[in-house]
């Protein structure tokens, strides 16, 4: 099993393998989803705020209309929208096992949408290789690059933590040289 992890980074979103079935196709965030050809799943992990058409100053940037449209015209078996808990809008959405997750993998990490997906994702390959599936697997990262501070500063160690225990279970990491994800920062005091 290969899944490609997409955010909306514009240095390696288009680099992802989205001609290439053997590739899961999973995106995340208001920034992606206009550049996805093919989605087979989609993560929409922040508190469900909907503004109400008509009224600008209910609206958040995050949930434009056009955004919210999309998600509801998924079809809920070829492209689930995972979330916290299901919304009506939302026929495809499906309640994340966030509390399986967090059971399994504590909190310190889940620091942002991505970091859940790569949680998840190592989840899903653990489970196709419990059913017997040995073909390569592995998690591609397109589209995240964590390198703006304010933002992903506390965001991206989470990140880097389940690729290194993806790594530590074999799973193959791909992350193209245009994201600086996996640029670690120097050794304290050296």
């Given at each position: 099993?290969?899944?490609?992890?997409?955010?909306s980074?514009?240095?390696s979103?288009?680099?992802?393998?989205?001609?290439?079935?053997?590739?899961?196709?999973?995106?995340?965030?208001?920034?992606?989803?206009?550049?996805?050809?093919?989605?087979?799943?989609?993560?929409?992990l922040?508190?469900?705020?909907?503004?109400?058409?008509?009224k600008?100053?209910?609206?958040?940037?995050?949930?434009?209309?056009?955004?919210?449209?999309?998600?509801?015209?998924?079809?809920?078996?070829?492209?689930?929208?995972?979330?916290?808990?299901?919304?009506?809008?939302?026929?495809?959405?499906r309640?994340?096992?966030?509390?399986?997750?967090?059971?399994?993998?504590?909190?310190?990490?889940?620091?942002?949408?991505?970091?859940?997906?790569?949680?998840?994702?190592?989840?899903?390959?653990?489970?196709?290789r419990?059913?017997?599936?040995?073909?390569?697997?592995?998690?591609?990262?397109?589209?995240?690059?964590?390198?703006?501070?304010?933002?992903?500063?506390?965001q991206?160690?989470?990140?880097?933590?389940?690729?290194?225990?993806?790594?530590?279970?074999?799973?193959?990491?791909?992350?193209?040289?245009?994201?600086?994800?996996?640029?670690?920062?120097?050794?304290?005091?050296?």
């Open positions: 099993m290969k899944i490609a992890i997409l955010g980074a514009p240095s979103l288009y680099l992802a393998p989205f001609g290439d079935p053997s590739w899961k196709i999973w995106g995340c965030s208001p920034g992606v989803y206009s550049s996805l050809s093919r989605c087979d799943a989609f993560f929409e922040h508190r469900w705020e909907p503004g109400q058409i008509g600008p100053d209910t609206q958040k940037q995050w949930f434009s209309p056009e955004y919210v449209a999309w998600m509801g015209q998924r079809d809920p078996q070829a492209c689930p929208v995972w979330m916290f808990e299901p919304v009506p809008e939302i026929p495809a959405s309640a994340l096992p966030i509390e399986d997750i967090k059971a399994k993998y504590g909190t310190y990490f889940l620091t942002s949408s991505i970091s859940i997906m790569i949680a998840c994702a190592i989840e899903d390959i653990l489970e196709a419990e059913s017997g599936d040995d073909s390569e697997h592995a998690i591609g990262l397109f589209g995240v690059d964590m390198a703006a501070t304010e933002e992903y500063g506390y991206r160690a989470g990140c880097q933590h389940f690729l290194e225990l993806a790594a530590n279970l074999g799973i193959h990491i791909v992350v193209p040289p245009e994201s600086d994800l996996l640029r670690p920062m120097p050794v304290y005091g050296i």
